[in-house]
């Protein structure tokens, strides 16, 4: 199943149908399903919800592996890294989410964007907005954490505004070290160069990575790249 957007912006776009055409949401909804090919929202959410990017994604991750989940605002970025988290909860894995940019209010309605109820894994899920997130302070919290356990970063660049912190190659080498010693999937946010032209190539990749100071990419073991609908994940060789 391929839609036309993110199921995200599709509901934004029946919202805004709704608002505009006074119509109940659920009918707006079901146009929308219509136009992308199902007879009814609830058939083309079903359908979604088996073949998500997510889905077919985090079977590949290995215990140790560094993520980098890169695109420009509004694209999906937050969205892809917490639907990996659900899927490590769904396979009995615990999860947490760092965030230097969100409350933990903002992250749980991302769940709700998803189709997700947080409070499914409530006993699995833990979010931490600390203004102290660095790596030290990601070792530590998650000293206890299980193997298999996936920890998102929000974001990579915010990891480097701090000036009592190391430089983010030494933060993100260590927490290389430490995802590969306790066997943890480490995912990180990332943003992307305003100069990255879609009309040139339909995803950005590692040259279009924001790096206010120099950094060493070729420490992420695995990249996925948003933009629009199209999701290309690739493999460090």
Not at 65 to 73: E, F, I, N, Q, S
Not at 153 to 165: H, S
Not at 213 to 230: G, S, V
Request: proline share 6%; hydrophobic share 45%; net charge neutral.
């Amino acid at each position: 199943m391929r839609l036309s957007a993110p199921i995200y912006h599709l509901k934004r776009k029946a919202k805004r149908l709704s608002r505009e055409q006074g119509i109940p949401l659920h009918d707006a909804l079901d146009r929308i399903a219509t136009a992308e090919g199902f007879p009814a929202w609830s058939m083309l959410a079903a359908k979604a919800a088996a073949a998500t990017p997510a889905n077919r994604l985090f079977p590949q991750f290995r215990p140790g592996d560094l993520v980098l989940v890169g695109a420009r605002p509004g694209q999906g970025k937050t969205l892809m890294s917490i639907e990996l988290a659900v899927e490590a909860m769904k396979a009995g894995h615990r999860a947490a989410f760092f965030s230097l940019e969100y409350t933990e209010r903002d992250v749980l309605n991302r769940f709700r964007a998803i189709g997700a109820n947080p409070a499914e894994f409530d006993q699995l899920f833990e979010v931490d907005c600390s203004d102290a997130i660095s790596a030290d302070y990601v070792v530590k919290q998650m000293a206890a954490a299980p193997r298999g356990t996936v920890v998102v970063i929000d974001y990579l660049q915010l990891l480097d505004q701090r000036r009592e912190n190391p430089d983010l190659t030494v933060q993100v080498r260590a927490l290389k070290s430490f995802a590969r010693d306790k066997g943890l999937i480490v995912v990180f946010i990332s943003q992307i160069d305003r100069s990255y032209d879609p009309s040139i190539k339909p995803c950005p990749d590692l040259d279009d990575v924001r790096l206010p100071n120099p950094f060493d990419l070729k420490l992420f073991d695995k990249t996925c790249f948003i933009n629009d609908a199209e999701v290309q994940f690739r493999v460090a060789s």
